[in-house]
């Protein structure tokens, strides 16, 4: 060929760094901001899993699906166990709740018997049932990856909203909040 | 030598003491570290639980992790198969709980196709502008 190439045009020099400086923004970005690394379960507006759990502690029942099923009121399931330092600090939070008389039923992750009785000794009980689940089967089914884990279900069964993590008292407000809202 | 091995000693006792302050002293479940007698299924487990996600322990999959609830994963998983469930169910069974995060098999959908069409958009626009260069010094 006679003709020789066409020069780049000028602002083709820039280009190179210009990728660079997206590229560095693009990692900050990814530095700066905090990943959210809770695992939403995908269960809410679904109805709750099958399961029977035999009594985690003598004095109260344990846990069905069925009981669930009876209508009546929303209420609170609070997964939790006597190890999971969390589950301590929002007791006080679930014994405002049950004071106010929204009805807590319980499952205890992974617990040996006579530790949950200690934890509820120690922190209060405000469960009216609690379900003991040795392997986390009815933990997995619901979708709930940690304790503690607090679930709003319905008078149908329906599973309407999870709150990962601890109650903290200024989330009081937003529990009842989502109570009532389960009422409709 | 006494001062250093009481330090020694306290070291070891702080190691051993802060992951169990927060884990469950629960024995694992049945198969959480036994494998299948089944050879064959015992591999269909391994394979789906390699590609599984700890939800405790995120980067890892559940047949990497000694988290309890890795270990209960594993342990539904081997008795599943065990009673004739298919991988891919059980896989789908978790997804429906956790979404696609649970699982570290890729899938096609609507978000996620532009990861596979554009290397090879990527590949074809390379080999193109590649042709048209060895084109042009051909005819030199």
Known sequence: MSETPKPAPRWAIWLPLGLFLGFVALVLIGL???????????????????????????????LAHNDFAAGGKPRLLNVFASWCIPCAVESPQLDQLAKMGVEINGIAIRDHREDVAAFLARNG???????????????????????????????????????????????LPLILEKLKEAEQ | MTRWLCLLLLMLAGVGFGPLAAQDTMPPAPYAYRQLDDPAQEAKAQALMETLRCLKCQSQSIADSDAPM??????????????????EAIRAWLVERYGDYVSYAPRVTALTW??????????????????????KGQGE
């Open chain 1, 32 to 62: 700066l901001r905090p990943a959210d690394r809770e695992v939403a379960s995908a269960m809410i507006g679904k109805p709750l899993p099958q399961f029977d759990l035999p009594a985690a502690i003598p004095e109260k029942p344990g």
């Open chain 1, 125 to 171: 009980n405000p469960f009216t049932r609690i379900g003991a689940d040795d392997v986390s089967k009815v933990q997995l089914a619901m979708g709930s990856s940690g304790v503690p884990e607090t679930f709003v279900i319905d008078g149908k069964g329906v599973i309407r909203y999870q709150h990962i993590g601890e109650i903290r008292a200024d989330q």
């Open chain 2, 70 to 87: 890795a270990g209960d994963m594993r342990s539904q998983v081997r008795q599943r198969i065990a009673a004739g469930e298919e991988p």
């Open chain 2, 114 to 135: 532009p990861l596979f069409v554009i290397p090879v958009v990527l590949l074809v626009l390379a080999a193109l502008l590649l042709r048209r260069r060895f084109q």
